[in-house]
């Protein structure tokens, strides 16, 4: 009695607990194990465990007769790198992929097909460096994203498409792209021009704002770190590490998956803040880009007071931080966001259906110490008019701090109705601490 | 079941005994019966499979005794295009 022998159901059993690489070398045993093995549902059953494909399609998006033909392109496309570490990086982009089709489709049109193994490998030659095998991988998926650069000011597009985002506060707006290879090479080779460091330690420039901002991010080769360049990069060369050093493995003996440079760290981190909601499209008007303010509790502090709800946030701005400063070395922006509440502006047991904005008090402290107490009148210049079911009224500005960490709370004025007929004494409205955080991960 | 089944007649003193008891065990609902083939099943491909994984093709033929079918030409196809699974 011989194995071909034992029935459909035997077999089938079998094959179901077989990896792929076991079922296409069954198929070499004999023209009947080859039938057994072409059975589409198994693979289409691989095909969407392994690459999540409801279809069956090829690495490039192209169409192919079977899911066994599919399987079959994929990993023959990737035969170079561990399967386990592709499979990661397709998870990576799928994750960030769906969240741009269902929040920013403008932006994901942006991103590039992948990148051939040759256009990588010109990159490397002509740079003269060996790019980590999870930043190849990614750029197999997708090379950078085709973005226009503009001066925002004069930009007729309000789009702002880089997919890492940004953030914008009084002059200062930046929107962060992924470069595409083309751009990388060149650009790194301008930039190694005038910091020759960056040339000799192996530093390649991979993500930037597309504003005329210095906003820079610089992979590593040796040690797979990602670094932005602060205020200090052409004077003093001084770089910030973007991801937690512990967690970068650029070799791991048992497990290829395990393998994590910080551009695969940084981006599927980035993937999930965004699916979670800790950061969201900005939208304003016509202007939509992704911004960096968190949006989550407790880096996000809400205050309601007589119906009048602020919620603010900080992020660090590492093109702003003087490492050589002294009391002010780490710039953080903060974003405002008021509204008021569908009963209105409520005091004494009276509602009011507007309120406006008079005057700021501000407390910022660096670590648990008082650096600042600020008094003024307006936010940036403004009088914020609040009236249930507006959108919220949202203004960023920013502050230096002598530490890393800190905070900021404080109070803004407020006179029911408006400030040309107000219709009762004015009030204070809290603005609830919120951290101001050097990040362990820096976007 | 099949332990159970084994001991009794093992264990079994008298063929007129063992007769009554396997017309008691013969009685064993279709439920039971079904989940005693799939088990049984399971367990052989399972085992099967352990058998299978990480071996080459003709290393598989050895084991289970089947006869290589395919033309020079064939053998030269098939594994041509299943070369990324031979890393």
Known sequence: MDLESVGDLAIHEIMENLKPEDIARISCVSNRFKSFTSDDSLWSKICFRELSLTQPIDHLGNPTPSFKEAYQTWREAFVMYPWSLVKRVKRCWDNIKTWLTNNFPEAKETLCEGASEVEIQELEDVLNVKLPLPTRILYRFHNGQEIEKHDHDTSTSDISLGIIGGYSFYDHFVNVYLLPISQVIQETQQISHNLGFLRRSKYVLVAASSTYREKLFFLNCTNGQLYVGTRNLLTNRDLMPCVPQNLISLHHEMDSEKIQDAMLLWLEEHGRRLQRGFIKLLEEGNAKSISLFPEESPVCSTAVTNGVQIRASALLVPEGVDLQGDREKYLFSYSIRMSLQPQGCVINGMSHSSCQLYWRHWIIRANDAVVSDVNGEAVIGMYPLLRPGDKEFVYQSCSPLPTSSGSIEGSFTFVPGRLVDPRGDPFLVQVAHFPLQLPDYIF | ?87
């Open chain 2, 1 to 87: 079941m099949v332990i159970e089944y084994c001991k009794k007649h093992v264990d079994a003193a008298s063929s007129d005994e063992l007769e009554k008891w396997d017309a008691e065990f013969d009685k064993i609902d279709q439920d039971t019966l079904l989940k005693l083939i799939l088990a049984a099943n399971y367990l052989a491909c399972l085992t099967t499979a352990n058998n299978i994984k990480d071996k080459t093709p003709e290393e598989i033929r050895k084991i289970f005794n089947i006869k290589n079918d395919y033309t020079s030409a064939e053998k030269e196809e098939v594994r041509r295009e299943n070369s990324w699974a031979f890393e």
